[in-house]
């Protein structure tokens, strides 16, 4: 009995060592593996930093970019209002001086067109004072003729008496046809010639 409680008491020990070396070992690995855990933890977390830092680089690289971006187009956009500000302001200025070159014309045609009705208007009254200028002077001629007929026919009378012979009358005829009838004149020269002395 004592050589089997003595082996069973060494088995004992040598278990008893063995799960105090297994425990041992445990903690021993459950501290490397802590020591690794906390190793990683440290490296995700700086890894997941410098992803951050990386991350924060390129956004703010495109927000650069996008301002620039926007900074042209606001430009372009404004460039592009400007010159459709010129391009009006041009169209607008055209068509004024379109405008006032046509009412300029049409007033010029106006003026042109009276000026001319009021030469005409005045050749027109001119022609009728020279035609009553010529019917006046012309009245004047045939009183003029006439009076002169009549104080030529009493002078022939005058001259041949009171017979009624034919060759008397033929005489008076003739003499009255050669000196008045054949050789009437009119116009300026009639006046000329009828104001002289017979």
């Not at 003595?6 to 004992?12: E, F, G, I, L």
């Not at 970019?65 to 055209?94: C, H, M, N, P």
């Not at 009412?103 to 050749?123: C, F, G, P, S, T």
Request: net charge negative.
């Amino acid at each position: 009995d004592k050589l089997f409680d003595t082996v069973m008491m060494q088995q004992d020990a040598a278990g008893l060592a063995a799960q105090q070396a297994a425990e041992a070992a445990r903690r021993e690995a459950g501290k490397l593996g802590m020591k690794v855990l906390q190793q990683q933890m440290q490296e995700r977390v700086e890894l997941q930093r410098q992803a951050e830092a990386e991350f924060a680089r390129e956004r703010a690289m495109v927000d650069e970019v996008v301002a620039r971006i926007q900074a042209e187009d606001r430009l372009e956009l404004e460039g592009r209002r400007a010159k459709q500000a010129d391009t009006k302001a041009y169209i607008e200025s055209f068509l004024k001086q379109q405008e006032e070159a046509r009412a300029a014309a049409q007033a010029a045609a106006i003026a042109e067109e009276e000026k001319i009705k009021n030469y005409w208007v005045m050749v027109s009254a001119r022609e009728a004072d020279e035609a009553a200028r010529k019917a006046a002077r012309q009245d004047a001629v045939d009183r003029i003729y006439n009076q002169l007929k009549l104080d030529q026919e009493a002078a022939l009378r005058a001259k041949v008496g009171h017979t009624s012979s034919a060759s008397v009358q033929e005489t008076y005829h003739h003499t009255m046809s050669q000196t008045i009838g054949s050789h009437r004149p009119h116009g300026s020269a009639a006046m000329q010639y009828y104001s002289s002395p017979i």
